[in-house]
């Protein structure tokens, strides 16, 4: 069970749109639509932003969105705030009850 | 509004076993829909799956924790555990209790545990 790829950075302007990915294999992204993604402020718990590769809950800004092709996920940002800047974490589900997470990208609003 | 806290020592010395309890409110544990899990952050690193379980104790752990992992569900207390023995200086994370379903939709606010002698 490998931890799937995300860049270790991702940075935009405000207004601009940034997308990060999230690479696994067949056996987690590829194989699975139960992909989530999740922001974490400094110091603070993960908070659910994407889940089934692209839906949203309430009350998370539809400037968040997301995707899926083969065994790559990715999580876009649009219209980016200065509140977004944080660390984004995939997710996926692994088979057998199991789960993996990303690595984990920085974003930055410069 | 479910809430979830995690309660435990916050340090402990190389080869003891971590104990610590997740609290939920505003839910129920004995819910056939969710599983409660457990996930860590070293210092400075990403996430990592521990293991979930649900009601009726049914586990899964990790593989790369999978011999030194416990996790229990208390549903007369509303609460579940995690028990990581054998620790090492590794072990330092803050650790986080959540629900599961598909998604973690649910966190604890997480807590410290530093392995040090």
């Known amino acids: 069970q490998s931890a799937l790829t995300q860049p270790p950075s991702a940075s935009g302007s405000p207004g601009q749109s940034v997308t990060i990915s999230c690479t696994g294999t067949s056996s987690d992204v590829g194989g699975y639509n139960y992909v989530s993604w999740y922001q974490q402020h400094p110091g603070k718990a993960p908070k659910l932003m994407i889940y089934?590769?692209?839906k949203r809950p309430s009350g998370v800004p539809d400037r968040f969105s997301g995707s899926k092709s083969g065994s790559t996920a990715s999580l876009t940002v649009s219209g980016l705030q200065t509140e977004d800047e944080a660390d984004y974490y995939c997710t996926s589900y692994a088979g057998s009850n199991s789960w993996v997470f990303g690595g984990g990208t920085k974003l930055t609003v410069l | 509004q479910l809430q979830l806290q995690e309660s435990g020592p916050g340090l402990l010395k190389p080869s003891e076993t971590l104990s610590l309890t997740c609290t939920v409110s505003g839910g129920s544990v004995s819910s056939r829909t969710y599983y409660w899990g457990w996930v860590r952050q070293p210092p400075g690193k990403g996430l990592e799956w521990i293991g979930s379980?649900?009601?009726?104790?049914?586990?899964y752990y990790n593989p790369s924790l999978k011999s030194r992992v416990t996790i229990s569900v208390d549903t007369s207390k509303n609460q579940f555990s995690l028990r990581l023995t054998s620790v090492t200086a590794a072990d330092t994370a803050v650790y986080y209790c959540?629900?599961?379903?598909?998604?973690?939709?649910?966190w604890g606010q997480g807590t410290l545990v530093t392995v040090s002698s």
């Open positions: 379980a649900d009601y009726s104790e049914s586990t």
């Open positions: 089934e590769v692209s």
């Open positions: 959540a629900r599961l379903e598909l998604q973690f939709d649910f």
